[in-house]
């Protein structure tokens, strides 16, 4: 699809064709790994790229996958090209173009296995699969494809129902203003009436690349409405049952960028949701990969306004399912919900006491980490870090906010070799980007990123999810945390307990670089490794890295002979700072 969406820049489609047709098509090569999904292991909530130098491959275009039904298939667009395998005696069969001739791509199964959509040319052909064979593929007649306008991305649901992009009711040209999607019932074996969606998606913008789930109850699609992240964004809408769509969600950073989004495709167990993104997105040769990520991204709780005319914060299949309006988070939803011909204006309300933010019960600050708990299990919500006294160069972030996010466990490690118990804790690492989850089931956590600053302090608020983010009174009070000084690993040791006392503002030997240095040697009663890790991660050392190394222990020591903190920031923008390796 992205031949489709991108054609606006660039002033002939002749020049694109060439480029295309230069792309290294037929590039996998070796044995394809057994297991569903070529035994990749499973992503989270952030894409990873998919099947590295199985599908995706640096220097090609891939822009688009799809499985079967049964998983026994899969099929990717390469440039111009399919490339096909499927499962034969539970092992994987090499990667083959030759079924579907050199100018197919754009691969879509029909939910029984039985055929595979393609695109060539700006036309839709169908091939089918009978007695272990792939037939010759056959373009679909008219209204499906009409000549003096394009056909792209076609996909069918189980009753047989073909969707597809086109920019039929335009000049005929290439802008994704003339794009829209259209569907068309399976009738007799034909499609004789193909129809464009409604105004609900695509209103005065375009529209192109969907995905529908095989039961039609929603769509995920492309289009450049001014809301997005910069050029075509995924949105999600949710079938109403009567032919027309709910209000459709941008799906957010998280899966969208600036780059073109194209290929939507969720696998048919439900669990991943796959596209494609471009490393650039100005000229169709640019390299792309296959993402995945799981499919909750979709899913994220929302405020939803029920028939009753009440609003609550549920999953929108639920809130679809309930014939409930899905609307953005902390939006406003109207609509006739109960029925009386007049539309109701429900809208969620957070007067509900916000929700509370404790300091961990290990109370000791930490040179690289704030230690806080949410209270409030059972309850979805965000954390908020506001970066409000940072010291020295880091001073430039001062005023800043950033989301926790992503809890994990992480098991310390010394820098000696010696046996010692591996101490766990929940690390979190600040985004950008809001994070809504159940926090308070989470338990005590510890905050870490280049935002966290030995000597600075911060103040931590929660929120529930649904509330306006720009409305201060939904927030939970401020919780003050701070992280210890440069250098200052710890207070005073009470041999009889075996225990430290929090660090005590003063970076001194009899205490700080000692215990330091029983960390590192993997000494009875030595201190937290969250207290002692000091140094991060070269070049610029923005990361901690979760081991007690001599770096820290020398560290330790220059604080003592009084040098500065000798970090400095990596961007002057908090959300411009590179991630942490590692986790």
Wanted: include cysteine; charged fraction near 15%; hydrophobic fraction near 40%.
């Amino acid at each position: 699809m992205w031949l489709v969406v991108s054609m606006n820049r660039m002033a002939r489609a002749g020049a694109v064709l060439v480029m295309l047709a230069l792309l290294p098509v037929g590039a996998v090569v070796g044995q394809i790994p057994d297991g569903p999904y070529f035994g990749q292991a499973p992503p989270g909530m952030t894409p990873e790229i998919f099947a590295a130098d199985i599908v995706s491959f640096s220097n090609r275009r891939e822009d688009r996958i799809a499985f079967s039904a049964d998983g026994q298939q899969c099929a990717v667009g390469v440039g111009f090209s399919t490339e096909y395998t499927r499962q034969e005696g539970g092992h994987w069969l090499p990667w083959d173009s030759t079924p579907f001739g050199s100018f197919a791509r754009e691969p879509y199964f029909s939910p029984d296995g039985t055929r595979l959509f393609l695109v060539n040319a700006s036309r839709i052909f169908v091939s089918d699969f009978d007695l272990g064979v792939w037939s010759t593929p056959v373009g679909l007649p008219a209204p499906v494809n009409v000549i003096g306008a394009g056909q792209w991305v076609p996909m069918t649901t189980s009753d047989g129902t073909l969707y597809f992009a086109s920019s039929r009711d335009g000049s005929g040209g290439w802008a994704p203003t003339d794009l829209g999607i259209y569907r068309a019932a399976l009738v007799g074996g034909v499609y004789p009436v193909v129809e464009r969606l409604g105004s609900e998606i695509h209103g005065t913008y375009g529209a192109a690349d969907p995905f529908v789930a095989p039961d039609g109850s929603y769509m995920v699609f492309g289009s450049d409405r001014p809301q997005g992240s910069g050029d075509m964004d995924f949105y999600l809408t949710f079938s109403r049952g009567d032919g027309s769509w709910s209000e459709p969600r941008n799906l957010g950073p998280v899966v969208n960028s600036p780059a073109i989004e194209f290929g939507p495709f969720v696998s048919p167990d439900g669990n991943y949701f796959f596209f494609s993104r471009p490393a650039g997105f100005e000229s169709p040769s640019d390299p792309a990969d296959i993402l995945w990520v799981d499919s909750l991204v979709l899913f994220e709780p929302q405020a939803c306004c029920l028939p009753n005319n009440s609003c609550q914060i549920l999953d929108p299949r639920v809130c679809a399912d309930g014939g409930g309006e899905p609307g953005g988070v902390g939006t406003m939803c109207l609509g006739d919900g109960n029925g009386d011909g007049a539309d109701d204006f429900c809208v969620l309300l957070c007067e509900v006491d916000p929700p509370l933010m404790e300091p961990a019960p290990e109370t000791a600050e930490k040179n690289r980490f704030l230690s806080l708990v949410a209270t409030n299990p059972g309850m979805q919500t965000a954390l908020r870090v506001t970066l409000s006294d940072l010291p020295g160069a880091y001073a430039i972030w001062n005023g800043g906010t950033l989301w926790v996010t992503e809890p994990r466990d992480v098991t310390e490690q010394s820098g000696s070799d010696a046996a010692e118990p591996a101490p766990a804790f929940q690390a979190a690492f600040l985004s950008c980007e809001q994070d809504c989850r159940d926090w308070g089931a989470v338990g005590a956590l510890d905050v870490y990123g280049e935002a966290i600053v030995p000597g600075a302090q911060y103040h931590v608020q929660a929120i529930e999810c649904g509330c306006d983010p720009l409305d201060e009174a939904s927030y939970s009070a401020p919780l003050p945390v701070a992280a210890s000084r440069y250098g200052d690993v710890v207070g005073q040791f009470d041999g009889a307990a075996c225990s430290w006392t929090p660090s005590n503002g003063v970076v001194g030997i009899p205490f700080d670089t000692v215990s330091d240095m029983d960390k590192f040697r993997n000494a009875a009663c030595a201190p937290r490794k969250a207290r002692a890790d000091i140094v991060g991660v070269p070049p610029n050392q923005r990361c901690i890295d979760f081991k007690i190394t001599v770096a820290d222990y020398v560290a330790t020591l220059d604080a003592f002979r009084g040098l500065a903190y000798p970090f400095s920031p990596s961007a002057a923008d908090p959300c411009d700072a590179l991630p942490c390796p590692g986790l």
